[in-house]
């Protein structure tokens, strides 16, 4: 029954990283050419659509927080040792990602963060923290959890303030929407982060 349980949890997360690159696919195509209106079900999926970077980090950031979770323990988020392991397997899995998918959308600052030999975050407030953060959300087993593993994913590169509020909002959202919460009760939640009282068309 166990083992059925964790085939069913990795079925769960398979399909969530899934959601999370359909995602990046469907809307590579308007990335310099935003769109405020549903798109027809029957064009969804533009010809010239393509995965980005997006997708090579959400991935990198899984594979990262995946190996380092193998090697601490349920208390990690109170042993700062144990804390620090996420850190480097998620930064040497982006870095490995990276220079293995190396023309896939990056911005400048991020090339440049991949040819050096430290690899230290460089305070960046970009959207790209949030965009990689998904699989913390779907791999935690509380609110704080995935509020700390989000955080981790981001500041590797992304250690703005904003930055790793994007990241969170992100990750605590969907461990919300797991535990079945409503739409109204994400929105609040996603409110201590964002104001979020505008339309599409103020976007």
């Given amino acids: 029954m166990k083992k059925k349980k964790l085939i069913n949890e990795q079925d769960q997360q398979k399909t969530a990283m899934l959601g999370a ?3 990046d696919v469907i809307g590579s195509v308007y990335e310099w050419d935003n769109i405020d209106f549903m798109l027809d079900p029957e064009e969804l999926v533009d010809p010239d659509a393509r ?11 899984a594979y990262g927080l995946k190996e380092g979770l193998s090697k601490v323990g349920e208390d990690w988020m109170s042993v700062p040792e144990q804390e620090e392991i996420l850190v480097e ?7 490995k990602y ?7 959308g990056y911005g400048g600052r991020f090339k440049k963060w991949l040819r050096t030999e430290d ?4 305070n960046s407030w970009g959207n790209g923290s949030g965009m990689r953060a998904s699989y913390a ?3 935690a087993t509380s609110l704080e959890e995935a509020e700390r593993l989000a955080e981790i994913s981001a500041k590797v590169t992304h250690n703005h303030p904003e930055g790793i509020d994007g990241a969170k909002a992100i990750a605590g959202s969907i ?6 919460e409503s739409k ?8 201590n982060f964002y104001d979020l009282n505008f339309t599409l068309k103020k976007i």
């Fill in 175 to 180: 461990f919300l929407l797991r535990k079945g």
């Fill in 119 to 122: 690899h230290e975050p460089y």
């Fill in 98 to 104: 990276g220079l293995k998918y190396p023309n896939v």
């Fill in 89 to 95: 397997e998620v930064k040497n899995a982006i870095v």
């Fill in 184 to 191: 109204a009760k994400i929105r609040e939640y996603a409110e």
């Fill in 137 to 139: 959300g779907w791999v």
């Fill in 51 to 61: 995965f980005t970077d997006d997708t090579v980090m959400t991935c990198a950031v």
């Fill in 21 to 23: 690159i359909c995602g």
